[in-house]
């Protein structure tokens, strides 16, 4: 019995560090297509050992750069689920930031989880990937918490891009979370739901983003917004439709880019980013910092999203100074338009971005 322990944890070490990768691009006929790129790389930035997938059809299409979300919440799997098409019109670079899914380690230093060193990070990878396919810019897509990296990045290298799409567009984190909050809790009212409203308001309304429980002796503890989320997603505006994690769950189990240990790794890396990152992304308030840019703006917004919502995010849209911008809303989806729409998203991306932003 115990030999048969023992192998089977071998064979579960072995499964667990051996099997990522991703698969190759091919045609209609099973062909390997000639121009495609599939590649799963290792690179460093910032001192800090991270991960880029990269896909496309053709090696010569314009670079996209995916920023995900969180804090800490790695997107690999999500785009390679449900945006394959964007590999059409696109070579796709999606990056697991440092402390996120791929990247996360538990001997990255704490005091890098800030938002200058990922600004510093963004600017580095950009850097890589002009010099390594020869191009003198590239597309940038940011969604929640990429988006405040990707609207950093272009304000100070504006030369660096073609555009910037915006999705669930963070504005501002102590409006994001009040207006987050007083949705659940009309909607818990609305419903009747005694349950909701009473465990609502034992943790809010937060005060400057901060919940009442998500400080425990001095230290975070994120305890008031894991309720708060809990009701939003129940509400369906975290993603329309949805009312759990379940899909997620799914998604990062069943990934080839991820060994089965860095699937079951991720929440620790979000842990480890939220805890370290958070207080200082509610103290952003891009209505003042970022007044304007020198890069066409599009911010993807979904009707139902109450994480980062549109009444936040429009009026920095009306004043936002861009040679070029478009809000653009999405009817069925709530924070995550791209994978929640991905056929409007795609479309929208090689109908009118590409159009109006990249050369001829």
């Given amino acids: 019995m115990n030999l048969i322990k023992v192998a089977l944890a071998g064979f579960a070490l072995i499964f667990a560090v051996s099997c990522a990768y991703t698969p190759a691009i091919k045609g209609p006929g099973g062909e390997l297509l000639e121009r495609s790129i599939t590649s799963l790389d290792r690179v460093r930035l910032g001192g800090v050992d991270q991960w880029i997938l990269i896909r496309g059809e053709d090696i010569t299409k314009p ?3 995916f920023l995900h979300g969180g804090p800490g919440s790695a997107e690999m799997p999500l785009i390679t689920r449900f945006n394959p098409a964007l590999e059409k019109h696109f070579v796709v670079i999606m990056w697991d930031q440092r402390g996120a899914g791929k990247s996360y380690s538990s001997k990255i230093p704490k005091e890098s989880m800030n938002i200058e060193q990922f600004i510093s990070d963004c600017r580095e990878l950009t850097s890589l990937l002009k010099e390594r396919f020869g191009r003198e810019k590239i597309y940038l897509l940011g969604h929640s918490w990429g988006s405040v990296l990707g609207m950093y990045a272009i304000s100070r290298y504006p030369e660096d891009y073609y555009a910037y799409v915006g999705i669930g567009q963070f504005v501002r984190g102590d409006s994001n979370e009040h207006a987050s909050w007083r949705f659940c809790h009309d909607e818990a009212i609305r419903r009747g739901d005694k349950k909701a409203v009473k465990e609502l308001e034992s ?82 308030k891009l209505d003042s910092e970022i007044t304007s840019v020198k890069v066409p703006v599009y911010f993807c917004v979904g009707r139902h999203d109450y994480n980062t919502p549109g009444s936040v995010s429009y009026p920095y849209f009306e004043k936002l100074e861009a040679p070029q911008k478009e809000y653009v809303w999405f009817e069925r989806s709530a924070h995550s338009p791209c994978f929640e729409e991905p056929e409007a998203f795609t479309n929208f991306m090689i109908a009118k971005v590409l159009p109006e932003t990249y050369p001829k």
């Fill in 203 to 284: 943790v809010g309304p937060p005060e400057a983003g901060i919940y009442k429980t998500d400080i425990v002796n001095g230290k975070p503890a994120f305890k008031g917004i894991q309720t708060e989320r809990k009701w939003l997603t129940k509400y369906g505006a975290w993603w329309f439709g949805k009312t759990d994690y379940s899909m997620i769950v799914k998604v990062l189990l069943t990934t080839k880019e991820y060994t089965f240990g860095e699937s079951l790794n991720y929440l620790r890396g979000s842990v480890f980013s939220m805890k370290n990152m958070w207080q200082e992304l509610l103290e952003v």
């Fill in 63 to 65: 670079l996209l750069l």
